[in-house]
């Protein structure tokens, strides 16, 4: 049996999954981004930095969620495949854990980019 035809088992899929350091980079650029933007904001007196770089956390954090979200069907048509699911009930599975804590870290960035970018200006 080739490589590509080999049917992947259920501590391959979730160790996949689990791998969301691309994902973690992304929010942590979006946070610091919103940072350099409070600091130069603060230092020229000007809030308007802070409050436009809400869009870019907003903007960065959605599409963590796209990817999150792919990664998720990803796994699921896989698990489906695997099992041989042709319309019967569908195979059971789980999101693995680091991807629903994913889920609300990037739900939580999307409404502070929201906030930010709504008063961000507000801020002294």
């Known amino acids: 049996m080739t490589n590509s035809n080999r049917m992947p088992n259920k501590e391959e899929e979730e160790r996949k999954a689990g791998k969301i350091f691309v ?3 992304i929010l942590s650029s979006g946070c610091c981004f919103a ?3 409070y ?3 603060h230092a020229t007196g000007e809030a308007h ?3 436009r770089s ?3 956390v907003v903007l960065l954090s959605v599409w963590v969620e796209t990817r ?3 990664a998720q069907q990803r796994m699921n048509d896989c698990r489906q495949s695997a099992a041989g699911y042709i319309g019967g009930s569908p195979q059971d599975w789980s999101i693995p854990k ?3 804590v994913l889920e609300y870290v990037t739900l939580c960035f ?5 906030l930010i970018w709504g008063y961000g200006d507000l801020v002294p």
């Open 49 to 51: 930095w802070f409050g």
């Open 110 to 114: 999307i409404l502070l980019g929201t």
């Open 35 to 37: 940072v350099a933007s």
């Open 54 to 56: 809400g869009a870019v």
């Open 23 to 25: 994902e973690i980079l």
């Open 98 to 100: 680091r991807r629903k």
């Open 68 to 70: 999150n979200y792919s």
């Open 39 to 41: 600091i130069l904001s």
